[in-house]
């Protein structure tokens, strides 16, 4: 059974006009049968299961308000109106049930047709009882007179209140989609920076790795025939660059920090892949550190040994530099990481579109420096080397 769209308060008035036209039909069919008129009497009870059929199949319909719901409840109101001038000729006792079916006309027709409707009930009404009684009283045009305009001041009350029910339901419907939307839009947002935060770790990890297992078995092979044992100190290198991008993978997945900082300090671990990145290329990486460490947490940590595997990813790959450089500096309030070589270089303001795969390196050092409050600098020409310098502030109570 469905529930109706409307508040307790008007369920509770429906319910006590239904229960006033019950309670009237019991006290006019209890007195036909009292004064021997049976038939009258079955036809009431027949009267009273027709409205009980109608509200039953009222709440069954699968669409309140639609127009199938009106036309079956506007035939039943007339059945139900024949039915009670029927009852009302024969019987007086039956007159006041006009009093309900005002509330049912104003509920189930239009306005401009329930008032003209209430008028002629109540006319209706007026009249049976005069016919019954010889004549007609003024308590007999008075009582069906105050009952019409109750009924239609409390039948313009319950549309209203029915009609702010109704707009407050279509006002939650809203904000129901509403907050459906926004979820799903937040778990888009969510998805795709797992899967921006996927292509960093891949790209800074897994990618400089394999390019570093592919530059170490390049120079293997080119060594194989005439310096074996160089050959399989290369070979040696990459099963260990392997090992530690296998590493690297099982740990990015379970969202841990890298190996390179699990068991030892940034500076040793900037240190470490600053050996490891001149593996295999003609370069010559040094690092240097400047002034005094402080603890910083892991999202320091992190980001800044991500941008050092990401510059120094490009310069094995693109500078053909001599000597590379990797500074640490730790001021008063900021960190500066600065990786500087004397390859190629390039002009800034052509590097590849940031969705290219060649440029995407730089892009992510950019957030990752953004991300915590810093910058990253590029400085670069034709022929005189690339200078990268990434800025961080210090977090409070980090500084000296």
Known sequence: MMDFPFPPTLKLLRWAIHGTFAVLLAIAVAGAAHEGRATVATCGVLL??????GIVIEGRLPRFGGPAHLLLGRIWL??????WAALALNSQLFVWLAFPLFFAYLHVLPLMVALPGVAVLSVAAIATAGWHAGGVSAPQVIGPSIGAAVATLMGLVYKALY???????LLIDDLVRTRGMLM??????A???ERERLAREIHDTLAQGMSSIILLLRAARRDLATRPGDAEQRIAEAEHAAQDNLEEARNFVRALAPPALQHSSLTAALRRISASAAAGTPTQVRFEMSGTPVPLSADYDLALLRIAQGALGNVSRHAQAAHATVTLTYLDDMIVLDIVDDGCGFVPAQAPAETASPGY???TMHDRARALGGSLTIESAPGEGTAVAATLPLPEGAGR
């Open 163 to 169: 009609s702010e029910s109704e707009q407050r339901r």
């Open 184 to 189: 799903q839009a937040e778990a888009d947002t």
């Open 191 to 193: 998805r795709l920076a």
């Open 361 to 363: 390196g730089l892009r």
């Open 78 to 83: 007339l059945i139900v109106t024949l039915g």
């Open 48 to 53: 009273g299961v027709l409205y009980a059929a």
